[in-house]
T-cell receptor, first 114, second 112 residues
Framework: AQSVTQLDSHVSVSEGTPVLLRCNYS??????LFWYVQHPNKGLQLLLKYTSAATLVKGINGFEAEFKKSETSFHLTKPSAHMSDAAEYFCVVSSGGSNYKLTFGKGTLLTVNP | GAGVSQSPSNKVTEKGKDVELRCDPISGHTALYWYRQRLGQGLEFLIY????????KSGLPSDRFSAERTGESVSTLTIQRTQQEDSAVYLCASSPRTNEQFFGPGTRLTVL
């Protein structure tokens, strides 16, 4: 069984300040982990993924995430928020032999204030 | 190139009617997935196709829900006798292999 917990349903930051979106996972197998972003009225877009290579993963638009097995965490960070980062972010886990089924967290809504 | 497309983008129907939702995957992607996103929730897995067979239908919420796929092409999700709790955004994704999935824009279904 696998599950994902996004610790904050809503995060609000000021433009130019750091972003931290927290995610903890549970998985019976070595997981693949993803962060997806969903802008209003747009489809889900993959930000980055971890698949058992380097534990620090760099994604698009300056985002990165660090896989910490001891803490079962995969938090998403960005050094400086931009107004265009305002969106819903989903932490996702995929594990098991078939490795196809994605389990989504409930999402974190990021608001960026001017 | 073209991404995953879904139609219609919005569908409003009356309780008890049947609806069909369509997904056109990225050309060459062998795997196709359907998800449901209820308001304020993450995505729920519904069904997975590899080619035109569905090895995992475990997420379909009831026997009112069914899906088909033609070869490695179009898929249709059918909901019979719709209920108000079926109101959600239905998302389709395709994948060239069983790891990274590319999502369509979704169909917003409203059951009155």
């Amino acid at each position: 069984a696998q599950s994902v917990t996004q610790l904050d349903s809503h995060v609000s930051v000021s433009e130019g300040t750091p972003v931290l979106l927290r995610c903890n996972y549970s998985s019976s197998y070595s997981p693949s982990l993803f962060w997806y972003v969903q802008h209003p009225n747009k489809g889900l877009q993959l930000l980055l993924k971890y698949t058992s290579a380097a534990t620090l993963v760099k994604g698009i638009n300056g985002f990165e995430a660090e896989f910490k097995k001891s803490e079962t965490s995969f938090h998403l960070t960005k050094p400086s928020a931009h107004m265009s980062d305002a969106a819903e972010y989903f932490c996702v886990v995929s594990s098991g032999g078939s490795n196809y089924k994605l389990t989504f967290g409930k999402g974190t809504l990021l608001t960026v204030n001017p | 190139g073209a991404g995953v497309s879904q139609s219609p983008s919005n569908k409003v129907t009356e309780k008890g009617k049947d609806v069909e939702l369509r997904c056109d995957p990225i050309s060459g992607h062998t795997a196709l997935y359907w998800y449901r996103q209820r308001l304020g929730q993450g995505l729920e897995f519904l069904i997975y196709f590899q080619g035109n067979s569905a090895p995992d239908k475990s997420g379909l919420p009831s026997d009112r829900f069914s899906a088909e796929r033609t070869g490695e092409s179009v898929s249709t999700l059918t909901i019979q006798r719709t209920q108000q709790e079926d109101s959600a955004v239905y998302l389709c994704a395709s994948s060239p292999r069983t790891n990274e999935q590319f999502f369509g824009p979704g169909t917003r279904l409203t059951v009155l």
